[in-house]
Every structure is written in C-alpha cells, then in structure tokens.
C-alpha cells in the first residue's frame, strides 16, 4: 500500500478516535455524507466485491487445456505484470473476474476463446483499522485473505461495552465509502457466516461502544434494585422482571406501574396488566433509561 494511503487511513483513524466512535440514539457508523449513508448497507444483503489485485500480489495464471501458457508472476509495484506473447498488461486496480475478462480478450489473437483463470497465491500486505469497543484498537496488517472476526481477534476481540452492531466502512472503486452493517448477535450466537465478510485493504472496522442503560424494579419481586444494560439490547418489561428473580408469591399481574420521564421531565405512569402480554393479547413494553418498575402486591 502507498505510503500517502497509509498516511491517509492513519489520519482518518486518528479524527474517529478524537470525536468518538460510540453512536448517538440509534446504532449508527462513523458519520457519512449524503451521498455515503446511499451506499449504507446491510451486512447479509450486500454484495461483497472481489478481492482488488494490488502491488506485490503473487498470480497463479493458467489457460484452459494449455499448461504452456500458466505462468506465475508478481504484480510490479506499478500494478502491471509482463507476460509472454502478451507483454506488460495493467491489471493492478482490477477484481480476479475482471483481470481474467483482460487477459482473455487479449490472448484472443493467439488463441481462439482462451479461457483464463488466476489464482492469487500470495496477496499484498496491507493496513486494517479497527476502532472502538475492543481490546486492543489501531492498525493491523492485513496479511492475505482475512475475515472479519479473524481481524477482530487480532485486535484481542470484543470488550464488554461492545456494541449488537458493528461497521466494516470500504471504499469504493468510484471513490465513495460503503458501511457494511454486521449484526453481532446474528454472526456470533447463530452463527450466520454470511456476515463473517472478508476484510480488504484499507477497511475501517467500527465496533461502537454501546450505551448502558439504568432501570429500576421494584415492589413484589424476589430480586428487587437497580439493572444496568446495554440499550442495543432492548431490554423489555417481562425481562427486566425476570432479571430482578421473577415475581414474588404475593405480586399480582394486573398491578404494575411503569414510571418514567418523557422529554420535558414530565413524569408519566403507565399501568399494565401482565396477563396481556404473556396470553400474546398486547406486545411486551421496550423499556427505557430511568424507567422504574413497580410491582403491586395482590388483595387477595
């Protein structure tokens, strides 16, 4: 990789950490411009790109049924390679399909409908940032074909203020930056590979440090006190009263009170009937931070 590349990404790297990576509101990447958060995408649904062939690539290049055309050779710093009959060819900047579509189109004039395929045997080194929520952030080198969670375990892994969703920022070939979006949860515990992407030269790797969150419970429960969570996790009613041990023998279902504060501070209660949303007749109740629960006890 160039050194003003390096010198870029280092800078970039260094801005992120000066303002902060943790998202305000909801989970969100470094912030994009208009024409970036466009290319804002979803981790499952995105379409990985090829890996770019760059300077120092080490190509395995083989013709279909004629071995006496594969040749191996290193991509010059320049990003072009020399080959016989053929000569120096530009490929540097180019996928694996798209340098194959090349050298096809070129070897047509010594062989009819050559079909060519490369195979990368060594790729270049390069720098990786991975910022926020793990152990040991900075720049690593990306040393051949890399995962996202083998990146990750270079950096030491995931601390425990890390965020359900995390941002791999790549920038395009037409100079704009896409921000994949990983669901940790969905990688991790169900273990969808889909999303473990490989990683490119140059990648951002964003782990938002996730925001704790406090609520309260307390009356007829057998653990009652303060909980403290993260706000990605979603903690609802039902949850946080199996959290604080479940209710008490003399709690009733119809009685809780939900206290909170809206925008102004003004205080709002809630009452709720917890038969509702165990028979699935209303949806559970998202907390939020500051709430307090209130369970009451029975009359009977």
């Known amino acids: 990789m160039g050194k003003e590349k390096q010198a870029a990404l280092i800078l970039f790297v260094f801005l992120i950490l000066i303002i902060g990576v ?7 990447a470094v912030p994009l411009s208009r024409g970036q958060e466009e290319n804002q995408v979803n981790g499952r649904d995105y379409f990985i790109r090829e890996y770019i062939i760059g300077p120092r690539d080490l190509l395995e290049i083989k013709v279909f049924e004629l071995p006496e055309f594969d040749h191996t050779v290193r991509v010059s710093e320049d ?5 016989p009959l053929i000569g120096n060819i530009q490929i540097g900047g180019l996928t694996k399909d798209k340098a194959e579509e ?52 270079q950096a030491g892994g995931f601390n425990d203020t890390a965020a359900n969703e995390i941002y791999v920022l790549r920038e395009g070939q037409d100079g ?14 169900n273990g969808n590979q889909n999303l473990n992407i490989p990683i490119q030269a140059n990648d951002v790797i964003n782990v938002p440090v996730d925001k704790l969150i406090n609520v309260y419970v307390f009356g007829e429960v057998r653990q009652p ?7 990605s996790n979603k903690i609802t009613l039902l949850q946080a009263i ?4 479940g209710l008490s023998e003399n709690a009733t279902k119809r009685g809780v009170t939900i206290k909170r504060r809206d925008k102004s501070g003004k205080e709002i209660n809630l009452s709720v009937n917890l ?20 369970v009451k006890q029975s009359i009977f």
């Open 275 to 294: 038969n509702d949303i165990i028979k699935g007749k209303k949806k559970d109740i998202p907390l939020q931070e500051g709430d307090v629960v209130i």
């Open 225 to 231: 006190g303060a909980l403290q969570v993260k706000m």
């Open 22 to 28: 943790r998202p305000s509101g909801s989970q969100q």
């Open 79 to 83: 990003g072009s390679i020399t080959l």
């Open 242 to 245: 199996a959290q604080a041990g």
């Open 176 to 189: 704009t930056t896409a921000s994949i979006s990983i669901d940790l949860e969905d990688l991790m515990i």
């Open 102 to 153: 090349r050298l096809s189109e070129l070897l047509e004039k010594y062989v009819k409908k050559a079909q060519v395929s490369i195979f990368i045997k060594e790729y270049q080194s390069s720098l990786v940032a991975i910022i926020g929520a793990v152990e040991k952030p900075g720049m690593y080198e990306l040393v051949g074909r890399q995962t996202l969670l083998q990146m990750i375990s």
